[in-house]
């Protein structure tokens, strides 16, 4: 019997291994076995029994590869070798508990670390549109790229948009040489960050490669309609009234729009307003939107932050305190 399977091409890299080298374990542990892989393609050739039996412990590898975005030689070896076929899928204590959200790059576990964190993510499953607005080092953009990479692995959507306004952050950055990417990637470079995180570079490139994952400036959504997929804008302090709402309406069938932003750090010129001021006044109450705000207290950056975001709150606090005024005496 010869019998072909299918492998998603963003998966083949890391269920092969390097060289191959997760293939020729299994080939010594099925000898009776012919094993050829081409691409996205295992061709395996044996009796009916044999064959059968490897494609049952193969689902496993690649149900055991999606769901902790790794395979070492141990993982093969525990999983060809038991019987239980659940075996590997541990409960949720065992696996970082319920706050999890993913398994990311070799098994690193991914979850609401704050009351407020987890939160975003029950808001999520029961709202379209969720917006975090908090101080710098909350999680917001790690927390709301988390959630995209999950919807994608369980199918729930097809693609992950992820986009930013290319305002500069107080500096004057003058004229960057390379072409429109090499111009923009700058400003998008925290969305890379948190994404080499949730997965496997060779799975990361060959996304970002298919258009599966799209990272890209606010300005390119004009005139988009954002279908099946999680869309997530980040740094929407930095976005005016009119940019903010034409973000907004490009929303499509079965989306979710993520967008958050920290209105203490607006860098825009004086002479135009955050939209995201604006969006929290305008769309309160609306049914399918929700406005979470974090705090200090969900900064789970060094230690230090959260004492240099207060510091700054008091500052502010008493620059805008008008002066007292003396008291006058009546004779």
């Known amino acids: 019997m010869e019998k072909i399977i299918e492998i ?14 997760n293939i020729d374990l299994l080939r010594n542990l099925f000898p009776t076995l012919k094993l050829t892989a081409r691409g996205n393609e295992l061709k395996v050739a044996g009796t009916d029994e044999e064959v059968a039996t490897f494609e049952s412990r193969f689902e496993l590898l690649v149900a055991y590869y999606e769901h902790f975005e790794k395979l070492t030689e141990t993982d093969i070896l525990n999983i060809t070798a038991n019987e239980d076929e659940h ?7 065992r696996m970082g ?63 992950i948009i992820l986009t930013r306004p290319a305002v500069e952050a107080g500096e004057n950055l003058g004229f960057l040489p390379g072409d429109l990417r090499d111009k923009l990637d700058p400003y998008l470079q925290p969305l890379y960050d948190a994404l ?45 009234e009119s940019q903010l709402k034409m973000f907004l309406t490009r929303m499509g069938k079965n989306a979710k729009f993520f967008i958050t932003g920290d209105i203490t750090q607006v860098d825009l010129p004086r002479n135009q307003h955050s939209g995201l001021l604006q969006a929290g006044r305008i769309l309160q109450g609306i ?17 230090l932050v959260t004492k240099i975001i207060q510091r700054y709150e008091n500052w502010d606090k008493e620059r805008q305190t008008p002066p007292a005024t003396p008291s006058t005496t009546t004779p």
Not at 8 to 19: F, I, Q, R, S, T
Not at 287 to 303: A, C, M, P, Q, T
């Open 287 to 303: 049914k399918g939107i929700e406005f979470i705000y974090l705090d200090n207290s969900d900064v789970v950056r060094h230690h």
């Open 87 to 93: 075996f590997f899928l541990l409960d949720k204590e």
């Open 196 to 240: 080499r995180d949730m997965m496997p570079m060779s799975k990361l490139l060959a996304y970002l490669e298919d258009k599966t994952i799209e990272i890209a400036p606010l300005a390119f959504m004009r005139g988009r309609t954002l279908d099946n997929a999680y869309v997530i804008l980040d740094e929407a302090q930095n976005a005016t």
């Open 97 to 159: 508990g319920s706050d999890v959200i993913l398994h990311g790059r070799e098994g690193k576990v991914i979850k609401a670390l704050t009351p407020n964190q987890k939160r975003l993510v029950e808001s999520l499953e029961h709202n379209d549109m969720v917006f975090a607005i908090g101080p710098a080092g909350t999680g917001k953009t790690y927390t709301s790229v988390a959630l995209a990479v999950r919807a994608l692995k369980n199918k729930q959507i097809k693609r």
């Open 8 to 21: 998603d091409p963003h998966a083949a890299v890391g269920l092969y291994g390097k060289n191959n080298r």
